[in-house]
T-cell receptor, first 113, second 113 residues
Framework: GENVGLHLPTLSVQEGDNSIINCAYS??????FIWYKQESGKGPQFIID?????DKRQGQRVTVLLNKTVKHLSLQIAATQPGDSAVYFC????????????FGEGTQLTVNP | DTAVSQTPKYLVTQMGNDKSIKCEQN?????MYWYKQDSKKFLKIMFS???????INETVPNRFSPKSPDKAHLNLHINSLELGDSAVYFC????????????FGPGTRLTVT
């Protein structure tokens, strides 16, 4: 499953499928990007990050892709599980702005068993 | 061990009251933040402190006043509460240099009636 529209806030997938969550960032000078997962009633939890000198980074079952040409970030989750159901946020940072993170609107991922 | 903790988790109060939210981190980070998350899940930074010094102060009403007694604590005091202040407030912490992921607390759900 993939949310192809930048303004689609929801994505529904079957358990075991791969998920792709997309994010467009606004500042071409941003050089650090993070994906967060927020489960209901909890704070955002760090998943994976990537710096602008890379275009791909892999973690455990997750991969982040960065396309600086079109200012696009994506999070791929392999073999999606019910526990992956949450809201996913991308965030960007420009090093010269210090620690300021600008968050995207979030995508609600629902995994159907 | 809780890395970033906030109290209280829920806060229900009437318009016009003054309330405080407390935050503590035991990660040894030098920078702490307050974020506001609205009903649409949008996360926006309000303040940031580095080693007890204010470094980010977004356009927030003067009724909101952060205080950092030491680098492990950042409290948020709100005067003359208004209905529009109802939201979930998150505390976070990170290292500042280089920019790294921010670790979030569990949030404080503030309801103003």
């Amino acid at each position: 499953g993939e949310n192809v529209g930048l303004h689609l806030p929801t994505l529904s997938v079957q358990e075991g499928d791969n998920s792709i969550i997309n994010c467009a960032y606004s500042n071409s000078a941003s050089d650090y990007f993070i994906w967060y997962k927020q489960e209901s009633g909890k704070g955002p939890q760090f998943i994976i990050d990537i710096r602008s000198n890379m275009d791909k980074r892999q973690g455990q079952r997750v991969t982040v892709l960065l396309n600086k040409t079109v200012k696009h970030l994506s999070l791929q989750i392999a073999a999606t599980q019910p526990g992956d159901s949450a809201v996913y946020f991308c965030a960007e940072n420009k090093e010269t702005s210090g620690s300021r993170l600008t968050f995207g609107e979030g995508t609600q991922l629902t995994v159907n068993p | 061990d809780t890395a970033v903790s906030q109290t209280p988790k829920y806060l229900v109060t009437q318009m016009g009251n003054d309330k405080s939210i407390k935050c503590e981190q035991n990660l040894g980070h030098d920078t702490m933040y307050w974020y506001k998350q609205d009903s649409k899940k949008f996360l926006k930074i309000m303040f940031s402190y580095n080693n007890k010094e204010l470094i980010i102060n977004e356009t927030v009403p003067n009724r909101f006043s952060p205080k950092s007694p030491d680098k492990a604590h950042l409290n948020l005091h709100i005067n003359s509460l208004e209905l529009g202040d109802s939201a979930v407030y998150f505390c976070a912490s990170s290292q500042l240099d280089p920019p790294r992921e921010q670790y979030f607390g569990p949030g404080t759900r503030l309801t103003v009636t």
